[in-house]
């Protein structure tokens, strides 16, 4: 997870909102099956992406108003930003070339 941020609420306004490049916040906790096996792929495009964009993680037990914030309801989630705006947003287990592609269109 070398390349994977940890975003809270702390950091969101400067570390997603405020970048200068897009930015793949994947909400998940470590209690859910499906964000476990998301895991592999928000690290892999983590390494890929590093320097063209940001891909995070939102722990949302330890991050509630900033989940609520976002309206999450289900995990995973995750939303992609771009200029500090919400341009993407996905529910539940994605591919990687869904999230890839979504990166790509967001550079």
Known sequence: MANVMEF?????????KGSE????????APWCGPCKMLGPTIEALAGEFAGKAKVGKVNVDDNQDLAAQFGI???PTVL???????VGSFVGMKSKEELTKALDAAL
């Open 8 to 16: 809270n609420a702390a950091n969101f306004e400067n570390e997603v």
């Open 21 to 28: 490049v897009p930015v793949l916040v994947d909400f998940w």
């Open 73 to 75: 309801r289900g995990i």
């Open 80 to 86: 992609l930003f771009k200029d500090g705006l919400q």
